[in-house]
């Protein structure tokens, strides 16, 4: 009758320990959850400060066309201040053509990010699985066992 009861305490420890065991792993997920999305977060503040830099070299860009703009029409007529701003009408319309080019690039970088995300995410829930099926075999077995 002891031997029966120590042998239930000792199970019983091993199911504690194990339940221990699996909160931990619990944790650790959630910690790298928690710093995959910091990491995101931290991403996306780069990409943010990035369009802006951006976004400053264009004003300046800018200013300085303006600049340049102001310079020419101080030294040329009529006929040819026209025709230069046909070429600058072209040009303008062909910067916005490449700006336009440049979105629908970072559209697809950001969707490919999202799909390479989400495979990551898939690949972490197979390794969540794979560690899950040798526990539920060792619970069979024990069924069995009995």
Do not use: D, I
């Amino acid at each position: 009758m002891r031997c029966f009861a120590r042998e239930r305490w000792c199970e019983r420890e091993r199911e504690r320990e194990r339940e221990r065991e699996r909160e931990r792993e619990r944790e650790r997920e959630r910690e790298r959850e928690r710093e995959g999305r910091e990491r995101e977060r931290e991403r996306e503040r780069e990409r943010e400060r990035e369009r802006e830099r951006e976004r400053e070299r264009e004003r300046e860009r800018e200013r300085e066309r303006e600049r340049e703009r102001e310079r020419e029409r101080e030294k040329e007529s009529e006929s040819e201040r026209e025709s230069k701003r046909e070429r600058e009408r072209m040009r303008k319309k062909e910067r916005e053509k490449e700006r336009e080019r440049e979105r629908e690039r970072e559209r697809e970088r950001e969707r490919e990010r999202g799909e390479r995300e989400r495979e990551r995410e898939r690949e972490r829930e197979r390794e969540r699985e794979s560690v899950r099926e040798p526990e539920r075999e060792k619970a069979t077995s024990k069924v069995r066992a009995r």
